[in-house]
């Protein structure tokens, strides 16, 4: 069993403007996330057989995506999980529309998931007990894929691995926009 999720990556530019807001936060207090890990869920999976690994990675490669742009402007501390994450005031479609298919993929394949509405958001840090207020500059994460990622715990903690990734398409008249 391994245990996955669906997310976007994020390119160098955007991983280092979150390092840097990262950098920013008192890690002695909270336990901040490696940047090697950042990303935004879009379908959290839980613990997968790997039959069922197989018939998701072949069902996500007809899932047809258009480039998904989200712009992080807020700062969240949400506090019954203890974390600090970006969070955006924007409305977003393309990442929840994404995020919906994927999940629905996943429900045809009897996986179990969360019913929270999706909230686009990046993890900073666990463990946080307070409001955290650090001033920065909007965050735009524009993604031309998503991946199938594992989590894998080390000895130095756990650690995100892509496993594949699908890219956005060009044919946007095979896009739903419903």
């Not at 919906?100 to 394949?109: D, N, Q, V, Y």
Request: aromatic share 8%.
């Amino acid at each position: 069993m391994k245990r996955l999720f669906f997310a976007l990556w994020p390119d160098e530019s955007v991983r280092e403007q979150c390092t840097g807001l990262i950098n920013k936060l008192d890690s002695s207090s909270m336990k901040t996330v490696i940047a090697g890990n950042l990303h935004v869920t879009l379908c959290f999976l839980g613990s997968v057989n790997s039959d069922c690994e197989m018939a998701l990675m072949a069902a996500a490669s007809d899932i047809v995506m258009a480039p998904v742009s989200l712009t992080f402007n807020q700062l969240s501390f949400w506090k019954a999980p203890k974390v600090l994450c970006l969070t955006s005031s924007l409305r977003d479609s393309g990442a929840s529309r994404l995020a919906g298919e994927i999940s629905a993929l996943a429900r045809s394949l009897g996986i179990r998931l969360d019913e929270r509405p999706y909230l686009p958001h990046v993890t900073l840090a666990r463990g946080v007990k307070d409001k955290v207020e650090i001033g920065f500059d909007p965050i735009v994460w524009v993604s031309h894929s998503f991946c199938l990622v594992q989590s894998c715990s080390t000895e130095s903690g756990v650690e995100y691995r892509v496993l594949k990734c699908w890219p956005a398409h060009t044919d946007f008249s095979r896009l739903s926009l419903a």
